[in-house]
Protein backbone atom coordinates (compact mmCIF):
# COMPACT_ATOMS: atom_id res chain seq x y z
CA UNK A 1 0.00 0.00 0.00
CA UNK A 2 1.58 3.42 -1.28
CA UNK A 3 0.56 6.74 -0.27
CA UNK A 4 -1.49 7.39 -3.01
CA UNK A 5 -3.71 4.28 -1.66
CA UNK A 6 -3.57 5.99 1.65
CA UNK A 7 -4.56 9.39 0.08
CA UNK A 8 -7.34 7.69 -2.10
CA UNK A 9 -8.72 5.37 1.40
CA UNK A 10 -8.86 8.69 3.48
CA UNK A 11 -10.76 10.60 0.74
CA UNK A 12 -13.32 7.89 0.33
CA UNK A 13 -13.05 7.06 4.06
CA UNK A 14 -14.00 11.02 4.70
CA UNK A 15 -16.69 11.32 2.20
CA UNK A 16 -18.38 7.80 3.38
CA UNK A 17 -18.20 8.63 7.07
CA UNK A 18 -19.67 12.52 6.06
CA UNK A 19 -22.56 10.55 4.10
CA UNK A 20 -23.27 8.62 6.81
CA UNK A 21 -23.45 11.64 9.20
CA UNK A 22 -25.57 13.73 7.39
CA UNK A 23 -27.94 10.97 5.80
CA UNK A 24 -29.11 10.80 2.07
CA UNK A 25 -31.88 13.79 1.96
CA UNK A 26 -29.01 16.19 3.52
CA UNK A 27 -26.65 14.87 0.88
CA UNK A 28 -28.44 15.21 -2.27
CA UNK A 29 -30.20 18.01 -0.90
CA UNK A 30 -26.81 19.42 -0.82
CA UNK A 31 -25.82 18.75 -4.38
CA UNK A 32 -29.20 19.98 -5.67
CA UNK A 33 -28.39 23.19 -3.80
CA UNK A 34 -25.01 22.96 -5.92
CA UNK A 35 -26.57 22.61 -9.02
CA UNK A 36 -29.35 25.00 -8.32
CA UNK A 37 -27.05 27.88 -7.70
CA UNK A 38 -24.91 26.88 -11.29
CA UNK A 39 -28.14 27.21 -13.15
CA UNK A 40 -28.93 30.28 -11.72
CA UNK A 41 -25.57 31.38 -12.51
CA UNK A 42 -26.26 30.22 -16.31
CA UNK A 43 -29.41 31.29 -16.53
CA UNK A 44 -29.39 34.82 -14.52
CA UNK A 45 -25.85 36.08 -14.69
CA UNK A 46 -26.35 38.57 -17.57
CA UNK A 47 -29.74 40.18 -16.74
CA UNK A 48 -28.70 40.40 -13.11
CA UNK A 49 -25.12 42.09 -13.72
CA UNK A 50 -27.44 44.64 -16.63
CA UNK A 51 -29.29 45.49 -13.92
CA UNK A 52 -26.67 45.84 -10.91
CA UNK A 53 -24.24 47.78 -13.46
CA UNK A 54 -26.35 51.03 -13.38
CA UNK A 55 -26.66 50.95 -9.32
CA UNK A 56 -23.02 50.11 -9.08
CA UNK A 57 -21.29 52.18 -12.28
CA UNK A 58 -18.60 49.42 -12.62
CA UNK A 59 -19.09 46.45 -15.07
CA UNK A 60 -16.67 44.16 -13.31
CA UNK A 61 -18.36 45.18 -9.95
CA UNK A 62 -22.01 44.30 -11.30
CA UNK A 63 -20.07 40.93 -12.52
CA UNK A 64 -18.77 39.92 -9.87
CA UNK A 65 -21.73 40.58 -7.55
CA UNK A 66 -24.13 39.44 -9.58
CA UNK A 67 -21.64 35.96 -9.52
CA UNK A 68 -21.83 35.65 -5.79
CA UNK A 69 -25.17 36.79 -5.76
CA UNK A 70 -26.68 33.95 -7.50
CA UNK A 71 -23.93 31.49 -6.25
CA UNK A 72 -24.63 32.35 -2.22
CA UNK A 73 -28.22 33.03 -2.17
CA UNK A 74 -29.82 29.83 -4.02
CA UNK A 75 -27.15 27.82 -2.45
CA UNK A 76 -28.03 28.72 1.03
CA UNK A 77 -31.91 29.04 1.16
CA UNK A 78 -31.90 25.15 -0.21
CA UNK A 79 -28.77 24.35 2.49
CA UNK A 80 -31.10 25.06 5.22
CA UNK A 81 -33.88 23.71 3.60
CA UNK A 82 -31.52 20.36 3.28
CA UNK A 83 -30.31 20.46 6.62
CA UNK A 84 -33.97 20.66 8.08
CA UNK A 85 -35.12 18.04 6.12
CA UNK A 86 -32.10 15.94 6.70
CA UNK A 87 -32.65 16.32 10.36
CA UNK A 88 -36.39 15.51 9.79
CA UNK A 89 -35.41 12.25 7.70
CA UNK A 90 -32.37 11.38 9.90
CA UNK A 91 -35.00 11.40 12.95
CA UNK A 92 -38.13 9.54 11.97
CA UNK A 93 -38.33 5.72 11.13
CA UNK A 94 -36.32 6.02 8.43
CA UNK A 95 -33.36 6.92 10.10
CA UNK A 96 -31.28 4.33 10.07
CA UNK A 97 -31.96 3.91 5.69
CA UNK A 98 -31.19 6.87 5.00
CA UNK A 99 -27.75 7.03 6.79
CA UNK A 100 -26.79 3.45 4.97
CA UNK A 101 -28.32 5.65 1.93
CA UNK A 102 -26.26 8.08 2.47
CA UNK A 103 -22.93 6.20 3.73
CA UNK A 104 -23.28 4.53 0.29
CA UNK A 105 -23.81 8.05 -1.57
CA UNK A 106 -20.68 9.43 0.41
CA UNK A 107 -18.54 6.49 -0.84
CA UNK A 108 -19.64 7.23 -4.20
CA UNK A 109 -18.98 10.85 -3.89
CA UNK A 110 -15.46 10.35 -2.57
CA UNK A 111 -14.40 7.89 -5.62
CA UNK A 112 -15.62 10.68 -7.82
CA UNK A 113 -13.31 13.22 -5.96
CA UNK A 114 -10.73 10.86 -5.79
CA UNK A 115 -10.76 10.29 -9.31
CA UNK A 116 -10.97 14.27 -10.13
CA UNK A 117 -8.00 14.89 -8.13
CA UNK A 118 -6.14 12.43 -9.64
CA UNK A 119 -6.90 13.72 -13.10
CA UNK A 120 -5.55 17.19 -12.16
CA UNK A 121 -2.77 15.63 -10.40
CA UNK A 122 -1.77 13.36 -13.78
CA UNK A 123 -2.39 16.65 -15.77
CA UNK A 124 0.41 18.22 -14.23
CA UNK A 125 2.54 15.19 -14.26
CA UNK A 126 1.90 14.06 -17.77
CA UNK A 127 2.06 17.60 -19.19
CA UNK A 128 5.34 17.51 -17.46
CA UNK A 129 7.09 14.45 -17.95
CA UNK A 130 4.57 12.01 -19.98
CA UNK A 131 2.90 9.49 -18.87
CA UNK A 132 5.75 6.98 -18.67
CA UNK A 133 6.54 9.98 -15.56
CA UNK A 134 4.59 8.84 -13.34
CA UNK A 135 6.32 8.58 -9.66
CA UNK A 136 6.19 4.63 -8.44
CA UNK A 137 4.45 5.72 -5.78
CA UNK A 138 1.51 6.40 -7.72
CA UNK A 139 1.84 3.73 -10.44
CA UNK A 140 2.48 1.14 -8.07
CA UNK A 141 -0.34 1.55 -6.03
CA UNK A 142 -2.94 -0.88 -5.79
CA UNK A 143 -5.71 1.18 -6.38
CA UNK A 144 -4.25 3.23 -9.20
CA UNK A 145 -5.26 0.40 -12.14
CA UNK A 146 -8.98 1.51 -11.04
CA UNK A 147 -8.48 5.26 -10.57
CA UNK A 148 -6.84 5.45 -13.58
CA UNK A 149 -9.05 3.69 -15.87
CA UNK A 150 -12.08 5.76 -13.93
CA UNK A 151 -9.86 8.95 -15.36
CA UNK A 152 -9.10 7.88 -18.58
CA UNK A 153 -12.96 7.36 -18.69
CA UNK A 154 -14.01 10.31 -17.37
CA UNK A 155 -11.55 12.67 -19.62
CA UNK A 156 -12.77 10.77 -22.75
CA UNK A 157 -16.62 11.39 -21.61
CA UNK A 158 -16.28 15.23 -21.03
CA UNK A 159 -14.05 15.05 -24.47
CA UNK A 160 -16.63 13.50 -26.28
CA UNK A 161 -19.88 15.50 -25.19
CA UNK A 162 -17.49 18.80 -25.70
CA UNK A 163 -17.25 18.13 -29.05
CA UNK A 164 -21.10 17.15 -29.62
CA UNK A 165 -21.69 20.81 -27.92
CA UNK A 166 -19.51 22.49 -30.64
CA UNK A 167 -21.00 20.02 -33.39
CA UNK A 168 -24.42 21.09 -31.92
CA UNK A 169 -23.80 24.90 -31.82
CA UNK A 170 -22.55 24.81 -35.18
CA UNK A 171 -24.80 23.38 -36.36
CA UNK A 172 -27.27 26.28 -34.59
CA UNK A 173 -24.98 28.68 -36.22
CA UNK A 174 -25.49 27.29 -39.71
CA UNK A 175 -28.92 27.05 -40.05
CA UNK A 176 -29.63 31.06 -38.28
CA UNK A 177 -27.32 31.85 -41.38
CA UNK A 178 -28.95 29.63 -43.93
CA UNK A 179 -32.35 31.03 -42.90
CA UNK A 180 -33.25 33.57 -45.53
CA UNK A 181 -33.71 37.02 -44.48
CA UNK A 182 -36.99 38.84 -45.25
CA UNK A 183 -36.86 42.10 -47.56
CA UNK A 184 -38.42 45.55 -46.30
Do not use: C
Not at 19 to 30: A, D, I, N, P, S
Not at 128 to 143: K, L, M, T, V
Not at 154 to 180: D, G, I, S, T, W
Request: no cysteine.
Amino acid sequence: MTGFDIAVLLIVALGAITGFMRGFVQEVLTLAAWVLSVAAIHELHTPLSDWLLPKIGNSSGATVLAFAILLLIPYAIVKVLAGRLGTVSRESVLGPIDRVLGFGFGTLKGVLISVMAFSLLVLGYDTIWGANGRPDWISQARSYPFINAASTQMVEVLAERRQEALNAAARAEVKKLAKPHKQN
